[in-house]
T-cell receptor, first 115, second 110 residues
Framework: ETGVTQTPRHLVMGMTNKKSLKCEQH?????MYWYKQSAKKPLELMFV???????ENNSVPSRFSPECPNSSHLFLHLHTLQPEDSALYLC??????????????FGPGTRLTVT | TQLLEQSPQFLSIQEGENLTVYCNSS?????LQWYRQEPGEGPVLLVT?????EVKKLKRLTFQFGDARKDSSLHITAAQPGDTGLYLC??????????FGAGTRLTVKP
C-alpha cells in the first residue's frame, strides 16, 4: 500500500449507531488531518494531529472523537450523528505541521450517510 | 465571506480551449497550494507557489502567485477531458491554520 488509505469507502449509519473511520498513511509523515467536505461548501478542517498530539480542534461537536494511536494511523469515532453530518470525510497527511507550507496528501475519503 | 475566493465556481468548455481560474484573498499567504479533485476521490496536490510573482508550469498547466502573495491563478492550455475536476486552492494565513477555497468545477467536453 502506498499513500493515504481510508476505510470504509462508504458508510451508512443510523443516528443511534457508533462507528469509526480509519485512515492510514504510508508516507512517513508526522502530521495527519481530518476534513469534512459537504456539497457546495469548502473543505472544513476538523482535527490536526502532529506527532500523535492533537494540535487543532476547530469547534467540532463532541459526537466526533478523533484518535491517533501512532503517527501512521488516525481514527474518527462517530456516535449519535445527525443527518446534516452526512458528507465526504477526508483524511490527509503532511510531512510536518509547522512552518509555512502544508502540502497535504489526501486519502480517497469515506462517503458517510446518516439516516 | 470565505478567506479564499475562487472564480468562476463552474466552467464548462470544449476540448482544446484555454482557460484561467482564480484564487483571491485580502490576506497575505506565505504559500498557496493548488489541488485537483475528481469525483469520489480526495484532492491531489498539483503545485505549491511560494514566492510573490512566481510562475510554475506543469505540462499544460501554468500557475502564478501574485506579487503581493494575496492571489493566484491557474491557466490551462488546450484543455483535455482528463482535466475535468474540482480545482481547489489552499493556503495558510497564519500558523496552525489551513484554509481551502470552495473550488472551481471544470468540465471539458470532448
Amino acid at each position: 500500500e502506498t499513500g493515504v488509505t481510508q476505510t470504509p469507502r462508504h458508510l451508512v449509519m443510523g443516528m443511534t449507531n457508533k462507528k469509526s473511520l480509519k485512515c492510514e498513511q504510508h508516507l512517513g509523515h508526522n502530521a495527519m488531518y481530518w476534513y469534512k467536505q459537504s456539497a457546495k461548501k469548502p473543505l472544513e478542517l476538523m482535527f490536526v494531529y502532529s506527532l500523535e498530539e492533537r494540535v487543532e480542534n476547530n469547534s467540532v461537536p463532541s459526537r466526533f472523537s478523533p484518535e491517533c494511536p501512532n503517527s501512521s494511523h488516525l481514527f474518527l469515532h462517530l456516535h449519535t450523528l445527525q443527518p446534516e453530518d452526512s458528507a465526504l470525510y477526508l483524511c490527509a497527511s503532511s510531512q510536518d505541521f509547522s512552518g509555512d507550507s502544508y502540502e497535504q496528501y489526501f486519502g480517497p475519503g469515506t462517503r458517510l450517510t446518516v439516516t | 465571506t470565505q478567506l479564499l475566493e475562487q472564480s468562476p465556481q463552474f466552467l464548462s468548455i470544449q476540448e482544446g480551449e484555454n482557460l484561467t481560474v482564480y484564487c483571491n484573498s485580502s490576506s497575505v499567504f506565505s504559500s498557496l497550494q493548488w489541488y485537483r479533485q475528481e469525483p469520489g476521490e480526495g484532492p491531489v496536490l498539483l503545485v505549491t507557489v511560494v514566492t510573490g510573482g512566481e510562475v510554475k508550469k506543469l505540462k499544460r498547466l501554468t500557475f502564478q502567485f501574485g506579487d503581493a502573495r494575496k492571489d493566484s491563478s491557474l491557466h490551462i492550455t488546450a484543455a483535455q477531458p482528463g482535466d475535468t475536476g474540482l480545482y481547489l486552492c489552499a493556503g495558510s494565513p497564519s500558523s496552525n491554520d489551513m484554509r481551502f477555497g470552495a473550488g472551481t468545477r471544470l468540465t471539458v467536453k470532448p
